[in-house]
């Protein structure tokens, strides 16, 4: 990795509760939550977002699973997180999210798991860097489009699943962090200069999978070892409130410039320092959480447990809805840094 030497810092607060002395009164339990009206109670899984042509040129069917908050009130609506799973564009599940996707939804929000396309020529075990770069390139266009169109299909069902089109978040781990980057950030026209041919090949970043053609804004994002492929995409104009979490000796994913598994002849990944860095340099909220000594990991994670990562966006996420997002930082460790 070329970039090491990195300096870190970090802030802590503490709050003090008081409780008050106790009573006699008699405590009245909270009345029961309402009943969940829904065909399929608290979870939907293989929800089919749409079709589309996978890297052998065979049709696939596109799927999601989707979660409801535990005590979901039918009557309101609430925000929505689509998360996207790692496994470097040649593996992975969404059932391997469902954790993830629990702790979210008893956060408060409606979460979809989303399958995407996978296939590459990857290098070999012996020589990971011995990879097609062209297949490789070809394989983040399409993990792209169909975030997008899984989107979409979310929000052409917002009364069926209760969900608030005012807020919607995207996340992901490793190559799903880098899925939900671009899903965020990038348009036909960055398409038109960096991928030209995948565009010819392949259509608009926004047409793919299904006929569906709502419009919608991203308002936060998570990215667990996750990269832009431009870190100008990050400028006045567009920066998204965004945590972030990354072992500080990530051999895959940079934490800060390189590119995949450091392999020359791939694209520049840009990681969540350099990512930390372009928003705080435009005034967006950005929080940085960095685990020492630690490499990548298990799909991204580092080490870090999915309470301790989904709890802090989590909450992250409520900041920003309810306007008052924490202040910029980058923490090392497990420092429970939201509240």
Known sequence: MKTRHVLLFFFSATIFLACSSASNKRITPPEPPPPVDTSFGLVEKDVEYGTATDWTGAEVSLKMDIYLPTNIDTSKRYPLI??????????????????????????????????????WSSGSEADPCD??????????????????????????KTDKYRIDTNWIFITGSSAGAT???????????????????????????????????????????????????????????????TITFQGQEDMVIPIDQG??????????????????????????????????DAGHGDNGEAGFTDEFMMGNAACFFHRIIRGNPPGSAIYLGTQYNCD
């Open 82 to 119: 689509v998360y996207l799973h790692g496994g470097g564009y040649n593996d992975g599940d969404k059932s391997t999210s469902e954790k993830k996707c629990r702790i979210l939804a008893d956060s408060g929000f409606v979460t979809a798991t989303v399958n995407y396309r996978l296939g």
């Open 131 to 156: 990879g097609d770069t062209t297949s490789f390139n070809e394989a983040s266009y399409r993990a792209v489009q169909d975030a997008n169109a899984a989107i979409r299909h979310l929000l052409s």
């Open 179 to 241: 899925v939900a980057l671009g899903a965020a950030y990038m348009d036909d026209g960055f398409a038109r200069r960096r991928y030209p041919n995948e565009l010819t090949t392949f259509g608009s970043l926004f047409t793919s999978g299904n006929r569906i053609r709502t419009t919608y804004g991203i308002k936060g994002i998570c990215a667990v070892a996750g990269a832009l492929v431009d870190s100008n995409l990050i400028n006045s104009e567009r920066a998204y409130p």
């Open 259 to 292: 590119t995949f598994m450091d392999c020359p002849g791939y694209l520049t990944f840009y990681g969540s320092l350099c990512q930390y860095r372009q928003l705080t340099r435009f005034g967006q909220t950005a929080v940085a959480n960095f685990l020492p």
